[in-house]
């Protein structure tokens, strides 16, 4: 297969050859960078903000919070001393080590405030993305039986408080009415104290928990401790390219992994100047941050490129984006269009980077000494060894599709399912991690993504469960049964699309379509609510009553839905 290459551009003397690291990379090497490996005293967020200070670093910008008022700028001492201050509200309401603390809030610097001073007290927090809607937001605190929420004035009513029976403390940015659990967040920052006695934790220690969707079940809490800093910190280095001077942004929301892995620790613990850009998309808020802070590494997702490409060559032309230097993307396949658009208008190559909620960090990259083979999602990260699998384990050879699979354990590798052992160990084959992806790799040992072997929806780099969506839209009088599946979308990748049934005496109208629609927006996420719907007299069903999203699937693609034995054809 021909693939149009994109030359490395050796420019700089220390850039990282791949093949090199490879050979000389050792998991223990990396360790030497942490004071924990002399000191033995754990935690993340002393590594990220503290130790900077410590090692006289204390006036450098750690954060650039920009949005519609401006920017707000704040060095690693203040992120030191308001994160203290946090960790001492919590610490004053009684919340501990092991505890579950949600942030549940738009971007702001307080979001990173709040999320720090949780981690140095050693709790587990859990980021919730703001567009998350009553249920969702009950689902994720109710199975993690969730101790504090960290939100803000607008938020606050989606927060069921009286029915989560293990929340102790709403912790509220802004105005509030007073009322039982609920603690003026703003105040008592103001109040505390500056100094903390940081927690030292084991590295094998709660950190995050991330909720993410499967084809089945509800969303499921995927825990990561504290040793993710070492691949999180080693990838962010050498894949995101991390050097003194630069000034990077992601652009993911802290509500996903990619906004906490790559949005908070991989920079912080690099101790490089982290850009947040807050409010909604637009092109012009975009290119505006990238030429007014002086962004020279950029990482962000195929849907925003795409976006960003969908608004015209000469939008871009109006910004200074000279300091630009290194861009790369995650989340959803890059199409060559994307990788093109980018080397004419920017002059620049996009690195595409594979991983998960779940693999806590990096896995398939493209370094910026690799050649990039558009299409590619580059190789293995140095110290990961990954492969193509069958579904009994065994590897198979280059240009065969099969099960995208990484050899357990890896430093950031997800430790547990919240409170669900049996679906944890549902994820391997042996000692072989799978991922839920289908893949080849090809002669040069690049890795195609192919698709998901699973129902996973991604749309707009975001990940949802159909199964979430389905239980959500049988909550409506009118529908009788759903089945939700992603079509394939040429802006989103996917956008998900709902086949419905209606009960009886429900006339199929537009108007209906629309009620539904919003009912999925209102109650569960503005993301999972259905872009398109399909009203149909009867859902294909196998016998044991289960939907089969495969043919729906099928019947959207106009194509053939294969073997229909366990079909229900009653
Ligand atoms: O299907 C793959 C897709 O995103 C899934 C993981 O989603 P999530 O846990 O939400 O994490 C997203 C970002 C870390 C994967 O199973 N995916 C991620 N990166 C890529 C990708 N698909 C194609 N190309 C990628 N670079």
Not at 33 to 50: P, R
Not at 178 to 199: S, Y
Not at 390 to 407: S, V
Not at 554 to 566: C, R
């Amino acid at each position: 297969m021909e693939h149009e290459i994109y030359k490395a551009v050796d420019q700089n003397p220390n850039m990282k050859n791949y093949d090199e690291t490879v050979k000389n990379f050792s998991w223990d090497d990396i360790e030497k960078n942490f004071s924990w490996s002399e000191t033995g005293k754990v935690n993340i967020a002393y590594e990220a903000i503290d130790r900077h200070v410590d090692e006289g670093y204390g006036d450098k910008v750690a954060l650039h919070y920009r949005d519609d008022n401006g920017t707000r700028s704040f060095t690693f001492k203040e992120m030191k001393e308001f994160s203290n201050k946090a960790a001492n509200v919590f610490k004053a309401h009684d919340i501990k080590k092991g505890d579950r603390v949600f942030i549940f809030m738009p971007r702001s610097p307080e979001l990173y405030f709040a999320l720090l001073g949780a981690v140095k007290i050693g709790a587990i927090v859990g980021p919730l993305f703001e567009a998350f809607m009553e249920k969702a937001v009950s689902d994720r605190l109710t199975d993690s039986e969730a101790q504090a929420v960290v939100t803000t004035t607008d938020l606050l009513p989606r927060i069921p408080v009286a029915d989560i029976d293990t929340l102790e403390h709403v912790f509220v940015v802004g105005d509030h009415e007073e009322g039982d659990k609920i603690v003026d967040f703003t105040q008592e920052i103001e109040k505390a104290t500056d100094e903390l006695e940081i927690e030292w934790v084991d590295r094998e220690d709660g950190l995050i928990l991330h909720y993410t969707s499967g084809s089945t079940g509800a969303p499921k809490g995927v825990l990561h401790v504290h040793n993710v800093m070492v691949q999180q910190f080693i990838s962010a280095k050498y894949v995101l390219d991390m050097k003194e001077d630069d000034v990077y942004w992601c652009t993911a929301d802290p509500g996903w992994v990619t906004g906490t892995a790559y949005g908070i620790f991989g920079p912080w613990l690099n101790r490089v100047t982290n850009v947040v850009v807050g409010g909604r998309f637009s092109p012009d808020a975009w290119y505006g941050a990238l030429q007014d802070l002086k962004v020279t590494i950029w990482y962000s997702a195929p849907t925003a490129f795409r976006m960003l490409m969908g608004a015209g060559d000469e939008e871009v032309k109006k910004y200074d984006l000279s300091n630009l230097r290194h861009m790369l993307s995650v989340g959803e396949p890059l199409n060559p269009e994307v990788i093109k658009w980018a080397d004419k208008v920017f002059n620049l190559r996009i690195h595409d980077t594979w991983w998960m909620t779940e693999t806590g960090a990096h896995m398939i990259v493209n370094f910026p000494s690799m050649d990039i083979k558009a299409g590619a999602m580059g190789k293995p990260l140095p110290g990961i060894e990954a492969s193509i699998i069958d579904d009994n384990g065994n590897e198979l050879p280059p240009m065969r599709m099969g099960n995208l699979a990484m050899k357990a354990p890896w430093p950031a590798m997800m430790r547990q399912i919240w409170g669900n052992r049996e679906k944890y160990e549902s994820y391997f084959i042996g000692d072989w991690y799978v991922s839920g992806d289908s893949a080849y790799v090809d002669d040069d040992g690049y890795f195609f993504f192919q698709g998901r072997v699973d129902d996973v929806i991604m749309t707009a780099g975001e990940r949802v469960g159909p199964f979430e969506i389905e239980s959500k839209l049988i909550e409506h009088e009118a529908v009788q049964e759903a089945g939700v599946i992603g079509k394939p979308d040429p802006i989103r990748g996917e956008i998900v699309k709902a086949f419905i049934a209606l009960r009886e005496g429900y006339e199929p109208t537009d108007e209906l379509k629309e009620e539904i629609r919003n009912f999925v927006k209102l109650g569960l996420a503005a993301h999972a609510a259905p872009r398109e719907i399909e009203f149909k007299d009867k859902l294909p069903k196998t016998r044991s009553g289960k939907i089969m999203r495969r043919v729906l699937k099928a019947w959207e693609l106009n194509l053939d839905a294969g073997d229909l034995s366990s079909m229900d054809n009653d």
